[in-house]
């Protein structure tokens, strides 16, 4: 049963994407956000149900963390659950292999929750240039592409499902971008398409030097025989898809594609694309590089650390500076990839685990963070904090209250979904893996603590020029519409998401770690 319900995950979108766009116009824009809706609820109704059996006693779905790169018992090795396994196409050995399991399946939920959620916000607040029908189809084409890649147990099928969300990603950006400013959607679109495409590429090639040394594509496999070398061509493999998953996570200085993209995308674009699409980057380091390239990835973790920590302060300094609200967000999600890389970076068992952790709650903050960006830009029509103006609370109270519990969720607050997956990643930088440079981690530590004030710095800043001031200073949005009915059914389980994953952290690391 749990078989099919995996295929059920990437068929049922998939399908539906394709209804979609034959059905004739006659039915209107918003039965196509509905139907969206639906079936995306159905698909997040199924990974529930699979996650829920998946924890059930008898599935090898849990991890014991191995203080040392070249145990078989490291993070990332599959350990699957429901599996699919079947040849594709046998003259490259390449096998339609899907498998899932405790690393795996609470990113697969995430991203089935955001696409409902995506959906669900469509269905009152429609793009301007309409196209409803398109645009919800291309939703959930993502939506595969990006299920299918958290599946995916086999590096070509990785990089098949890796490649399908891009397109769609692409057109979303635009066709229902800023339609302030089509020139600029359409270079963020452009950037963000070659860029990645290159990070692919890269990637692609490090996967055939496997091949070659292994001769195999299958994950689960590789887990169980890696490569053990940590030089010629396991060291070669490893720097290659480092490089293409980091253009996507994305860390600096592969992260110049990011705030365009954000800052252009329409508000569901930009919700699935830090929520869930930055994911793929960080989810393929831990699934392959770790398991597979071991002592590879000791090798360069050291490089992967740094440009980490870069990632956290130069992202932390771009927020300082940004003057539109949407830009600033994105901008902070490069400071916390660069956290996550960090965390991957350290090889240890709290590094590891709170990587892990801080995917899930960046996904549900920044999720949450991009809504509120876009219902402040609804009713301004701008996400310029200079053109927006101040005193938020007192003009949209409950939009300003919101804005300000994510924010404060997204800096670190202790009992907030924000908070341990940082502490456990700095922890995990002040003991490293065995094999690493101690001392060079240590104030790579204190580097990236850094990072995290000016991370606090920027956002109180955020709070008191958009939302402290006096109304009477703009009269003309005094009585701008507060949450409506739809935007509070969409926001409220990602608020309520991040308190109790503040709250009960080992909800999500019991899912890793055995005590």
């Given at each position: 049963?749990?078989?099919w319900?995996?295929?059920?995950?990437?068929?049922?979108?998939?399908?539906?994407?394709?209804?979609?766009?034959?059905?004739?116009?006659?039915?209107?824009?918003?039965?196509?956000?509905?139907?969206?809706?639906?079936?995306?609820?159905?698909?997040l109704?199924g990974?529930v149900v699979?996650?829920?059996?998946?924890?059930?006693?008898?599935?090898?779905c849990?991890?014991?963390?191995?203080?040392?790169?070249?145990?078989?018992?490291?993070?990332?090795?599959?350990?699957?659950?429901?599996?699919?396994d079947v040849?594709?196409?046998?003259?490259?050995?390449v096998?339609?292999?899907?498998?899932?399991?405790?690393?795996?399946?609470?990113?697969?939920t995430?991203?089935?929750?955001?696409?409902?959620l995506c959906?669900?916000?469509?269905?009152?607040?429609?793009p301007?240039?309409?196209?409803?029908?398109?645009?919800?189809?291309?939703?959930?084409?993502?939506?595969?592409?990006v299920?299918?890649?958290?599946?995916?147990?086999?590096l070509?099928?990785?990089?098949?499902f890796?490649?399908i969300?891009?397109?769609p990603?692409?057109?979303?950006?635009?066709?229902?971008?800023?339609?302030?400013d089509?020139?600029?959607?359409r270079?963020?679109?452009?950037?963000?398409?070659?860029?990645?495409?290159?990070?692919?590429?890269l990637?692609?090639?490090?996967?055939?030097?496997?091949?070659?040394q292994?001769?195999?594509?299958?994950?689960?496999?590789?887990?169980?025989?890696?490569?053990?070398?940590?030089?010629?061509?396991?060291?070669?493999?490893?720097v290659?898809?480092?490089?293409?998953?980091?253009?996507?996570?994305?860390l600096?200085?592969?992260?110049?594609?990011?705030?365009?993209?954000?800052?252009?995308a329409?508000?569901?674009?930009?919700?699935?694309?830090?929520?869930?699409?930055?994911?793929?980057?960080?989810?393929?380091?831990?699934?392959?590089?770790?398991?597979?390239?071991?002592?590879?990835?000791?090798?360069?973790?050291?490089?992967?650390?740094g440009?980490s920590?870069?990632?956290?302060?130069?992202?932390?300094?771009?927020?300082?500076?940004?003057?539109?609200?949407?830009?600033?967000?994105?901008?902070?999600?490069?400071?916390?990839?660069?956290?996550?890389?960090?965390?991957?970076?350290?090889?240890?068992?709290?590094?590891?685990?709170?990587?892990?952790?801080?995917?899930?709650?960046?996904?549900?903050?920044?999720?949450?963070?991009f809504?509120?960006?876009?219902?402040?830009?609804?009713?301004?029509?701008?996400?310029?904090?200079?053109?927006?103006?101040?005193?938020?609370?007192?003009?949209?109270?409950?939009?300003?209250?919101?804005?300000?519990?994510?924010?404060?969720?997204?800096?670190g607050?202790?009992?907030?979904?924000?908070?341990?997956?940082?502490?456990l990643?700095?922890?995990?930088?002040?003991?490293?893996?065995?094999a690493?440079?101690?001392?060079?981690?240590?104030?790579?530590m204190?580097?990236?603590?850094?990072?995290?004030?000016?991370?606090a710095?920027?956002?109180?800043?955020?709070?008191?020029?958009?939302?402290?001031?006096?109304p009477?200073?703009?009269p003309s949005?005094?009585f701008?519409?507060?949450?409506?009915?739809i935007?509070?059914?969409?926001?409220?389980?990602?608020?309520?998401l991040?308190?109790v994953?503040?709250?009960?952290?080992?909800?999500l690391?019991?899912?890793?770690?055995?005590?």
């Amino acid at each position: 049963m749990s078989q099919w319900l995996l295929i059920a995950l990437l068929a049922v979108p998939a399908v539906t994407a394709g209804v979609l766009w034959g059905l004739p116009a006659v039915l209107g824009e918003r039965v196509a956000a509905i139907a969206g809706s639906v079936v995306s609820g159905l698909v997040l109704v199924g990974s529930v149900v699979l996650w829920w059996d998946m924890r059930r006693p008898h599935c090898p779905c849990t991890y014991e963390f191995v203080d040392t790169p070249a145990s078989r018992n490291l993070p990332g090795k599959l350990l699957p659950y429901a599996q699919t396994d079947v040849s594709w196409i046998p003259q490259l050995d390449v096998r339609f292999h899907l498998a899932v399991d405790g690393i795996s399946m609470p990113l697969i939920t995430l991203t089935a929750l955001l696409v409902f959620l995506c959906g669900l916000y469509s269905i009152k607040i429609t793009p301007r240039i309409g196209r409803m029908r398109s645009l919800i189809a291309l939703l959930l084409v993502i939506e595969t592409g990006v299920i299918g890649t958290f599946a995916a147990a086999d590096l070509v099928l990785f990089f098949v499902f890796f490649e399908i969300v891009l397109i769609p990603m692409w057109l979303v950006i635009d066709i229902w971008g800023d339609h302030h400013d089509r020139a600029g959607r359409r270079r963020a679109a452009n950037t963000f398409i070659l860029m990645t495409v290159l990070g692919s590429a890269l990637m692609l090639l490090g996967f055939l030097l496997i091949h070659r040394q292994a001769g195999t594509f299958d994950v689960a496999f590789l887990g169980e025989h890696p490569l053990r070398g940590g030089h010629g061509i396991a060291l070669a493999a490893a720097v290659l898809i480092a490089l293409g998953l980091a253009v996507k996570m994305p860390l600096w200085p592969l992260h110049i594609w990011l705030p365009d993209a954000h800052a252009k995308a329409p508000t569901v674009g930009s919700v699935l694309l830090a929520g869930v699409l930055l994911k793929l980057g960080s989810y393929g380091m831990i699934r392959i590089l770790l398991p597979i390239l071991p002592a590879a990835t000791t090798t360069i973790a050291p490089y992967l650390a740094g440009f980490s920590v870069v990632a956290i302060v130069a992202g932390s300094l771009a927020c300082l500076a940004q003057t539109d609200v949407k830009r600033l967000i994105a901008y902070s999600s490069v400071g916390h990839m660069g956290f996550i890389g960090l965390g991957i970076a350290t090889l240890s068992p709290e590094g590891l685990n709170g990587a892990l952790y801080a995917n899930i709650a960046h996904g549900i903050i920044t999720g949450l963070l991009f809504f509120l960006a876009g219902a402040i830009k609804d009713r301004h029509d701008t996400s310029d904090l200079r053109a927006i103006g101040r005193a938020l609370y007192a003009r949209l109270p409950r939009i300003g209250g919101l804005l300000t519990y994510a924010c404060l969720a997204s800096l670190g607050l202790p009992g907030l979904a924000g908070f341990w997956g940082e502490m456990l990643i700095l922890l995990g930088a002040y003991h490293p893996a065995d094999a690493l440079p101690r001392a060079t981690f240590v104030l790579l530590m204190v580097i990236a603590g850094l990072g995290a004030v000016l991370t606090a710095a920027y956002f109180l800043r955020l709070i008191r020029n958009l939302c402290q001031g006096d109304p009477a200073e703009y009269p003309s949005t005094a009585f701008a519409v507060d949450l409506s009915r739809i935007e509070f059914a969409t926001f409220a389980p990602l608020a309520v998401l991040t308190v109790v994953l503040g709250l009960w952290p080992f909800t999500l690391l019991n899912e890793w770690m055995t005590l």
